[in-house]
Nanobody
Framework: QVQLIESGGGLVQAGGSLRLSCAAS????????VAWFRQAPGKARELVAC????????DYGDSAKGRFTISRDSAKNTVTLQLNNLNTEDTAVYYC????????????????????WGQGTQVTVSS
């Protein structure tokens, strides 16, 4: 089991940017496939982005394509989610999730695929 810690959330105006980070405590995050999910009030949790263990392969939820970027920083043992051109519909709690993948190049799109979750970080976008 890996303990995940998200940071970087906050309040930003529409059109602005934020950079979220997911760090692992006591484990090397580069050994895991990682994803970011988000949950807005009254809505189901949804995939934002995911990345394979080797960092080569990524996938994005429809709302994230073209605006958000997921990447790895092995030196810092983190996975980063860059959020650009934010709008009010991006307001949500953003969660980092990780799992031990079957293959280094595999990413996982679904909540049920993940074993370990962080506590979440709030992103609020004002109009």
């Amino acid at each position: 089991q890996v303990q995940l810690i998200e940071s970087g959330g906050g309040l930003v105006q529409a059109g602005g940017s934020l950079r979220l980070s997911c760090a692992a405590s006591g484990r090397t995050l580069s050994n895991y496939a990682v994803a970011w999910f988000r949950q807005a009030p009254g809505k189901a949790r949804e995939l934002v982005a995911c990345i394979s263990r080797n960092g080569v392969n990524t996938d994005y939820g429809d709302s994230a394509k073209g605006r958000f970027t997921i990447s790895r920083d092995s030196a810092k043992n983190t996975v980063t989610l860059q959020l650009n051109n934010l709008n009010t519909e991006d307001t949500a709690v953003y969660y980092c999730a990780a799992r031990d993948p079957l293959y280094s190049a595999t990413y996982y799109n679904y909540e049920r695929d993940y074993e370990d979750w962080g506590q979440g970080t709030q992103v609020t976008v004002s109009s």
